[in-house]
């Protein structure tokens, strides 16, 4: 951290056992500048993905980070979280008894907007939650868009989801939100679960963490641990796939996945399939190009710059 | 102005030939307190919006009454806005020239917040555009909820619609908004086509207008026949309907509109319907009452009432 | 009957109290030469609907009127009865114990096509349920296109709806059969609930009927009586509405309604207004014309014309 | 054929280049017994598809099979065929001149009917076009239900479409024909994208074809060959899909399949996935199981059992 060269991100999440490995890829990596984090209602209600993601920063220590509690819902429907998913707490599984700092008076909407505004080059925001807040920004601040870089996301599919059979979570939790972002004229990169679903968690993986010697890589093992139960019994899954880190990972090096410039909509009158990203991949549609989706991943690489940073977290 | 049992509101609109005259009523009626005006991309894109209102304002010698620009777009879809019935400046047809004061430096949105917070008791607000600032308000400051009285909108209809044959205006620019407020728990109140739709500017309203003898009477008189001659080639309309004032009218005096409490669910995905208020008359959904919806209108009273405020004016 | 110049009709019907007097309009009448009655679930279940117009046809003496059950349910949803309108078995109120004749063995929309092509000059049709037979009609055997002068339906409306806020009975039923109805290039005229409602069965028009001093008479009345209850208590009407024999009155006599060429849409994908019939009366959607719709009613001369049937059926 | 033990089957088809070989393949197999083929408008227009039809049947030499054409066009929307795929005449690639014989004077849904009412045992219908005839006939003849064993359809996926991002071409195609078949309570099976995509005609493929030293396998090699032209140009295919006759091949040998019963719904309502197949693999819906879904595919077996039957037909 601290470093010239450094890329400067503000992560929007809802911690999630996933977003968890995310900040703390965010803090671990040199390469970024993490200017704040601010949290949204998803996996778990605002009260609990907020207090999730000031135990992280205070469990890697970095304290300094300014933490903002931002939308308790999202912009247009009703909010259902992902307890089945990710547990009572948005983290159950490690012992995460820390003592925290405080969240900002302020609202993750408006730290978002002084952090960029305050800061002397473009920065670059990774949403690894439903994209309530990057969508409030947008549209109660455009005043922003010039100093805004890019919007990673974690969200949404090429093809199948994890909520319902077209849709992924974030997305389906606030699918208008989704919209605005994709229209919004930004660079976008959109990180789906056609590639984070290579990306699993194995019993080697789980036991490199434990095996690094610390409460932190203890803390990710129990994560990966309870991730994995809650995956296998819903989904089938043997190992649990590892989706946030991914969308911090391809902006340390982007040369860890392979993305397609190509239009993406996100279907909003549905009866089932409310909340799915339509990617169309062979321009059938006659649509311009809005995102950049994410076709494939080095996982090998990822897993290494993952460990690499948890290990010099601590 | 100024009265101590006076009503405190705020005024969120796009002019528009009838939110000028709601302008105006709220000036000149002595039993409310205009806390301030916020205006919104509608009847005309948002610069257009607020320089209309703020000629208004100075036309009517309020000009401490604070002005601020809120959302220059609707929440979700695009801006169409109704240059075929308001003209290329949304005020089309009087003499508008006056010098003008300047909008606040905040976002109409905050100017709300602000104002809310910082009167002693709640406030009334009162929409006349589209509602994209009140929903960005509830979105973005939950913490306002407690210090608003009500909203009161001039928007949808219980029956046809003005925009499409089921959809009117103000709800069709941005049905999501609607669907917001109408679902904030705040007691709602809609003013819909089927009942401004009985308070026609006729020939004899518009002399009364001219013939009061002052700037302001002409400028009435000449914003409703520039109204009338868009009404009669769009709609086949014989006279022109005054929509907005009503909404202000009916917190002046309750008694000039009848309303029943009833469930309104704002049509969000239909391929000829999106936007359409569906009003629940005769309780057949089984939902519940979120909403009092005015079903009828003392007409003269109504016009009594605006004149008397536009003669007070000056 | 019988009458050379009679214009040779077929009715599908779903009896249901106001179906009855549209058939014994269509009996009564010399205007007309009832080729056929065809049948379709709807008001009540198709078994019970095929009994009543089998027992309406037995109370007329028109036993040569050859009668088909058609389709038991929607093209693609599901059957919902209007049981709370129209009672348990769709004609609840009067006593109509009569022998009756038997359903003809082949299906409603066979029964159509056999008369249609068997008639020497174009046959039109009359609806007064959903439009699932002619909608079949149309799609399985559209070499009848050619040999149906028009289609009358009772159906939607231009405003409000009696089973949703926007959707009448007829065309919520199965939304799907009227958009292929209306889409098919025959010529349409549609009768809905915008004209249906000012034809109201009055304390007057009911005692007119009883006072004609047949069984029949007294059939109505009690009919009219039943009907207006359910009318009172389900929309708070005064006196109930009588919608289904104006579709037979305007062939009768084109003069009894007003009609406007405009588009016509059906709403198919609403969550609120799904099957909301959207009639763009001010060509605000550049759609070609494609019905011609219904916006006006002699009362007066109807009633004489229903009441000159019932009594000529004796 | 012929054979006491063979399966009767009807197919339902829309030739069609992989429509061809699923004819062929049902001609060749003795284990089948092909009562009749009805063709319905979908890869091109219904006069193309039969005359395709009777082409196929007429090389094959199983010109005793009837054939009749059904629905030329979709139950509600309106037809777009896939030139760009299958070319003008729907099987463009091979020269087809060959004296055929004429289609039967009933309709395709008619002849459904009459060979499922007239066989001794239940019928298994194979669909490998839109279900618009298939459709039909449930909702016009119900009566025929009991005599279904059960409806295999090439159509939908589980994952992504080719017509839309979500779509496959046969249920976009006719979604509310595919809709009712879904919902008929008949046992279904889906061959999906998901598997054919895996079944690919490749080089060694066209070759082992255009090796059987036939007309019919020149036929076939040619037919493969213009597709692998359009499916590279279109999707960037190495090598095309065989779609349709998968559905054959699993009722000749239940073992090339793997299925699981789970639910399946069409989307109706999307304004981007329109017609797609919304499959619920794991069961998150609480919805109850309406088909088996074809979820592997044994690709080696299948090819052998396709070689064979072209090499019996000759
Ligand atoms: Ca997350
Ligand atoms: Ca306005
Ligand atoms: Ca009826
Ligand atoms: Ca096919």
Same mark, same amino acid.
């Given at each position: 951290m601290g470093d010239v060269a450094a890329v400067p991100v503000i992560i929007d999440c809802d911690p999630g056992h996933d977003d968890a490995l995310a900040l703390l890829l965010a803090v671990g990596? @040199? =390469?970024? =500048?993490?200017?704040g984090v601010t949290t949204v209602a998803g996996n778990q209600t605002l009260a609990k993905t907020t207090s999730n993601a000031l135990k992280i920063l205070a469990l890697a220590g970095a304290i300094d980070v300014p933490v903002a509690a931002g939308c308790d819902r999202p912009l247009v429907g009703e909010l259902t979280v992902a307890g089945d998913i990710h547990g009572e707490s948005g983290l #159950?599984? @490690? #012992?995460?008894d820390v003592p925290v700092g405080e969240a900002a008076g302020v609202h993750g909407v408006e730290l978002m907007r002084r952090l960029i505004l305050g800061y002397g080059e473009p920065v670059t925001l990774i949403a690894t939650g439903p994209l309530t807040n990057v969508a409030l920004l947008l549209r109660r601040h455009p005043e922003v868009l010039p100093y805004v870089r890019r919007v990673v996301f974690m969200g949404g599919s090429t093809d199948r989801g994890n909520t319902t059979p077209y849709g992924e979570f974030n997305i389906v939790t606030d699918p208008e939100a989704a919209d605005i972002v994709l229209r919004s004229g930004l660079p976008v990169t959109m990180i789906g679960l056609n590639v984070t679903h290579q990306a699993l968690a194995t019993t080697q993986i789980i036991e490199e963490f434990r095996g690094m010697g610390t409460r932190l890589g203890v803390i990710c093992a129990d994560l990966m641990t309870f991730f994995a139960s809650t995956y296998r019994r819903v989904f089938g899954f043997e190992h649990p796939p590892v989706h946030d880190p991914i969308a911090v990972a391809c902006v340390i090096d982007p040369s860890i996945i392979v993305t397609v410039a190509v239009p993406v909509a996100v279907e909003l009158v549905g009866a089932y399939t409310k909340g799915a990203t339509v990617v169309d991949l062979h321009g059938r549609s006659g649509a311009v190009a809005n995102a950049d989706v994410?076709?494939?991943?080095?996982v090998e690489a990822f897993w290494r710059l993952l460990m690499a940073a948890v290990r010099r977290v601590g």
């Open positions: 990596d @040199p =390469r970024l =500048r993490l200017l #159950d599984g @490690p #012992d995460l994410a076709v494939g991943i080095e």
